[in-house]
């Protein structure tokens, strides 16, 4: 709800707000009693006649920063074939855990 707090701190009227925002008095008036569902269009209209941000967006997750790796990287033969033996080692271990179960 924009609630009366809008016409204080700017100390302007209704109708003056309604005249700055471009819709009615009687419109504005739903606005700051709460009986309209404020739209984004809605809420832009508001703060840019208040010249001040009504709502913010916090980040609720961690920042994450991403590690590019060069795509080109050489590896001994004895890393590759070590990788692709834990590979087939862990496709031959989910095979046998798949037959047992059934």
């Known amino acids: 709800m924009v609630s009366?707090?809008?016409m204080i701190w700017r100390m302007i009227s209704q109708r003056l707000f309604a005249e700055?925002?471009?819709v009615s008095p009687v419109y504005a008036g739903k606005l700051l009693?709460?009986?309209?569902?404020l739209t984004l269009e809605?809420?832009?209209k508001i703060?840019?006649?208040m010249?001040?941000?009504?709502?913010s967006v916090t980040k609720p997750y961690a920042i994450v920063k991403s590690v590019?790796?060069?795509p080109i990287v050489r590896f001994p033969d004895s890393a590759v074939k070590s990788v692709k033996y834990r590979e087939s080692k862990i496709n031959q271990?989910?095979?046998?855990?798949a037959s047992d179960a059934a």
């Open 68 to 70: 590019i790796l060069d």
């Open 93 to 97: 271990d989910a095979f046998a855990v």
């Open 47 to 49: 703060q840019k006649t």
């Open 33 to 37: 009693k709460g009986g309209e569902n």
């Open 4 to 6: 009366w707090t809008v």
């Open 51 to 55: 010249g001040k941000n009504i709502i």
């Open 42 to 44: 809605t809420i832009s």
């Open 20 to 22: 700055k925002m471009g």
